[in-house]
């Protein structure tokens, strides 16, 4: 049983370009969550995806979105890329909705842009 | 402003002895905590949480001590054992929305 998923592990980008990260959930999970992980610090809350729907969003500006499909999968989306966004993107799938006991992380995507 | 805070960025404990991590938050309406652990070059794994109707939760050599008058909580680990060995998150909410991570504790357990 795969665990969840995300690609690529490692993307490089310039500012004011925009980037597509990808997860796709623990199977049987039905919600995903998405975190960036500056250096140094803990992982902070973007949103949530459940039914296909954003569903809870935590301060990250409107440059970030996202989107889940009906297998579950989701994306994340950073448009006008900052030299601030560069940090690592956790997604993380849960069996529903708030079931924070339930969420199992990815292994990331680390950002960089230059 | 960092509602969550571990203030101590590395903890270093024998084998067979106590680890005991702690974690500071500053807004009352939490009301819902979690451990989380998280081993290098992988995602964050849950551990424990506590609601905040109680003030202790036991999982195994794990235990999760909250004092809501003070706004800390604890993580205790007893025996600690090298595989322990991890960074720890500590993590809030508000009726289970919006999980607010701390900067996390990174534990070496000495053989």
């Known amino acids: 049983d795969a665990g969840v998923t995300q690609s690529p592990t490692h993307l490089i980008k310039t500012r004011g370009q925009q980037v597509t990260l990808r997860c796709s959930p623990k199977?049987?999970?039905?919600?995903v969550s998405w975190y960036q992980q500056a250096l140094g610090q803990g992982p902070q809350f973007i949103f949530q995806?459940?039914?296909?729907?954003?569903?809870q969003r935590g301060n990250f500006p409107d440059r970030f979105s996202g989107h889940q499909f009906p297998n579950y999968s989701s994306e994340l989306n950073v448009n006008a890329l900052l030299l601030g966004d560069s940090a690592l993107y956790l997604c993380?799938?849960?069996?529903?909705?708030?079931?924070?006991?339930?969420?199992?992380f990815g292994p990331g995507t680390r950002l960089l842009v230059l | 402003d960092q509602q969550v805070k571990q203030n101590s960025p590395s903890l270093s404990v024998q084998e067979g002895r106590i680890s005991i991590l702690n974690c500071d938050y500053t807004n009352s309406m939490f009301d819902y905590f979690l451990w989380y652990k998280k081993y290098p070059a992988e995602g964050p794994t849950f551990l424990i949480s506590?609601?905040?109707?109680?003030d202790k939760n036991e999982d195994g050599r794990f235990t999760v001590f909250l004092n809501k008058s003070a706004k800390h909580l604890s993580l205790h680990i007893v025996p600690s054992q090298p595989g322990d060995s991890a960074v720890y998150f500590c993590?809030?909410?508000?009726?289970?929305?919006?999980?607010?991570f701390g900067t996390g504790t990174l534990l070496a357990v000495q053989p």
């Open positions: 506590i609601s905040s109707i109680k």
């Open positions: 199977s049987g999970h039905d919600t």
């Open positions: 993590a809030a909410s508000v009726e289970r929305i919006k999980l607010i």
């Open positions: 993380a799938s849960s069996i529903r909705e708030y079931a924070w006991e339930t969420q199992y």
């Open positions: 995806y459940y039914e296909e729907e954003e569903r």
